[in-house]
């Protein structure tokens, strides 16, 4: 089996699409906090329903009714297939496609975590999301839904901006270079003293007189990117 | 090319598309007609720019680009109201009626039980407690004791809530498991309607043979007709997913799976309909106690003529033809 977390959709223009799959892991942590939002409902609400007596006993089961069957469904249909533990972790639920839910799949995924959940603990899910290619558990297979990351990786130029554009001393493989630009581009969350740290590694490479390690990278990556 | 000039030259277009992807649902005409066209551009470039191995980030943006282009383009639309409607009326007894060998299935493994434990209660007392532990046999006679002077289920229009709010939690969540544990090569769902064909064959049995008739058959005749048909059906929807793992036929299992999941989950909107209707009748009309016990099996009758003519005789015609535009 091929070892993947990517999830490939061609198009019809021939182009594939790609998302990054959400593994057991978020999925679990996710699912926890709804179930601690749900539960703390179910706390606030039992109380009130104390002093509304045999009505309030009535309608605190019907709302248990659509917590436990009809929250993720809601959520997932009409918030961009996010409910609020998928948000925290920055997941969503979408077709196998890659397009957003609508109500069939979803009902079927979250009718069917009572398979899912079967015996205890969600040990057949978790099972089968360790088992497939691409993550499901039943539900999931059954609906044809897969849970991927949003997309977050931003393109953020301004990291260039800020460099003059270095031409490099030496010649430099395709790998090389790309991974110049990558670093170029991607400030992402390093702290400065991270990105020095591995700016540092190609010193020996850098002219004598350079003293910012992660500029002259920087510097280099833009120079690859076109700008001179 | 290198990367900057290619963005130099498309980024213009790459921020059109994506404002005007971000009102999709307003999109223009005159836009419209471009939209393929600029569309498949959007899909060139990511290409290009995997290709050729721009940077990350862009081939990021490309790609989120090109999703939300794709989904305005080939995503189903949210069906409108109009078709939901349509659908309650004549696609959930379409694909009953096309999946009636699993309705038979489903119908004989929850009445068989139900009809040897009937008979074996009426015959022998003592069998119900083969079947339910004594506490709540004694509770079950007790509720439908003629001699306590008041139907046990007689209530205050308050308890009336709370037992409906019972029976949408119980019985709505039976029918989800019922279905759900299908998936099981249908192990799970065989268990459930054998189960509760059992138990509820072994009170009516119970209760015959007590002769509590005149208190138990009128209660449940009113809800029976939804309640008990929904079990069987979303049974026979859980089945439906068990032999389509079975039997794949043509398909791998994963597709065949999917495949009949998309019927039974339709089973399930009216399995799901059926057992709300089913918990208004049995918590505001079976219990209460001051309707004529001749009026309760009056209506019970009708609407279980009712349930049956609209799910398997009702518009032959536009509920086959609406089964085969489905599918189409």
Redesign the interface.
């Known amino acids: 089996m091929k070892l993947d977390t990517v999830a490939l959709v061609e198009t019809p223009e021939g182009t594939d699409l790609h998302a990054d799959l959400a593994g057991l892991v978020p999925r679990t942590l996710a699912y926890a906090i709804d179930l601690l939002i749900r539960v703390g409902i179910m706390c606030a609400l039992g109380f009130l329903m104390l002093f509304l007596g045999e009505v309030g006993m009535g309608l605190y089961l019907i709302v248990f009714f659509v917590l436990e069957w009809w929250y993720p469904v809601l959520f997932e249909v009409y918030r961009g297939g996010q409910t609020l533990g998928k948000k925290v972790f920055n997941i969503k639920v979408v077709n196998e496609d890659l397009t957003p839910v609508a109500l069939g799949p979803s009902l079927t995924r979250n009718l069917l975590r009572g398979a899912d959940i079967f015996p205890l603990f969600y040990a057949t899910g978790c099972i089968s999301i360790l088992m497939t290619e691409r993550f499901q558990r039943l539900g999931d297979l059954a609906a044809g839904t897969i849970v991927v990351y949003c997309e977050t990786e931003l393109y953020d130029r301004t990291t260039i901006e800020q460099v003059e554009a270095v031409t490099p001393v030496h010649t430099m493989s395709e790998d090389q270079q790309i991974a110049f630009i990558n670093f170029a581009l991607n400030k992402g969350r390093m702290s400065n003293d991270r990105q020095q740290e591995i700016a540092e590694i190609v010193r020996p490479r850098m002219p004598l007189n350079t003293s910012n390690a992660s500029d002259y990278v920087r510097g280099v990556g833009k120079w690859l990117l076109g700008a001179r | ?5 290619f963005e130099r030259r498309h980024s213009a277009f790459w921020d059109s598309m994506e404002s005007s992807l971000q009102l999709s649902s307003a999109l223009e005409p005159e836009l419209l007609s471009n939209f393929p066209k600029d ?2 551009r959007l ?2 470039h ?2 290009m720019a ?1 290709s050729r ?1 721009y ?4 081939i ?2 490309l ?2 680009l ?2 939300q282009g ?2 305005a383009l ?3 639309s ?2 409108n109201r109009a078709s939901i409607v349509e659908f309650l009326i004549y696609g959930f007894p379409a694909s009953l009626r096309a999946n009636a060998t699993f309705l038979w299935i489903a119908a004989i493994v929850f009445v068989l039980p139900y009809a040897a434990i009937m008979i074996a209660c009426m015959v022998n007392d003592q069998m119900i407690y083969s079947v339910i532990d004594a506490g709540n046999v004694r509770m079950v006679e007790s509720m439908y004791d003629p001699d306590l002077g008041k139907l046990g289920r007689e209530r ?1 229009s ?2 009336d ?6 029976y ?2 119980n019985n ?2 039976i029918a ?2 019922c ?6 090569l249908g192990v ?1 769902s065989l268990f459930v309607l054998a189960f509760n064909g059992l138990h509820i064959g072994a009170v009516s049995g119970h209760l015959t043979a007590l002769g509590y008739t005149e208190t138990f058959y009128p209660f449940v005749i009113g809800h029976g007709s939804f309640e008990l048909t929904a079990i069987v059906f979303s049974g026979a929807a859980g089945l439906m ?1 068990g032999f389509s793992i079975l039997a794949p036929g043509a398909h791998t299992r ?1 597709r065949a ?2 495949n ?3 019927d ?3 089973i ?2 009216g399995v799901f309909v059926m057992l709300l209707i089913a918990a208004f009748i049995e918590a505001f009309w079976s219990s209460s106690s001051t309707l004529p016990n001749a009026v309760k099996y009056v209506v019970g009758a009708c609407l279980w003529v009712f349930v049956y003519y609209y799910c398997f005789f009702f518009a032959p015609n536009r509920v086959a033809t609406y089964r085969s535009q489905d599918a189409a």
């Open positions: 090319m290198k990367q900057l000039e569309y498949r899909c060139q990511l290409a995997k191995r940077a990350a980030g862009l990021t943006r790609n989120g090109v999703q794709y989904e080939y995503g189903q949210l069906n205050q308050d308890s809530i709370q037992m409906f709010g019972f949408i939690y709505i969540g989800f498991k279905f759900a544990t299908g998936i099981f799970g997913l994963t799976l999917q009949a999941a998309k039974a989950i339709k399930m909107y």
